[in-house]
């Protein structure tokens, strides 16, 4: 399951490089590695020391280039729900469903109506109980018999 997850991983990190023209920036690549591939830090760090010492992406000191390599990869890239084109993924075939005879389908007029729902009853605030006395209170009470002494 683990070399799944990485190869997964490798395959939208270049699949992410292809889409940004070929190449993307430090900062660029692990944005998309922390919010797409979930994958930060040393995690980031492996998947792309992964793509050059397998020559499917060059690093030059500041950016990401893939390589033709790299770019045939990327076309493996699982695309799922995010970015599939429809060309890309087939419908599922569905068997065909049994014709309903006109005499048997229920016309409009014969369908039931239903009654709209009422909404749910409203419901009274709670009685909340009265702050009770705390200590700030006490001691300001304290202090103003205090105050009051020494007039």
């Known amino acids: 399951m683990a070399a799944d997850l990485a190869t997964t991983r490798r395959r939208r990190m270049l699949a992410f490089l292809v889409e ?18 979930l994958a930060a830090h040393q995690a ?4 792309m020391e992964a793509l050059v010492d397998g020559g499917l992406a060059t ?4 950016r990401f280039t893939v390589t033709q390599a790299g770019r045939d990869e990327a076309a493996l890239a699982p695309r799922g729900r995010r970015g599939a084109s429809p060309s890309a993924v087939s419908a599922p075939e569905t068997p065909p469903s049994p014709e309903i005879p006109p005499a048997a389908a229920p016309s409009v007029a014969e369908a039931p109506v239903e009654a709209p729902a009422s909404p749910p009853p409203v419901r009274s605030a709670p009685q909340v109980e009265p702050p009770r006395r ?17 007039r």
């Open 59 to 62: 690093w030059d000191g500041e």
């Open 20 to 37: 940004q023209g070929g190449n993307a920036g430090l900062a660029e690549a692990n944005a998309f590695s922390e919010s797409k591939l």
């Open 134 to 150: 705390g200590l700030r209170v006490r001691l300001l009470g304290l202090l103003r018999r205090l105050v009051a002494r020494e």
């Open 44 to 47: 980031f760090s492996a998947i």
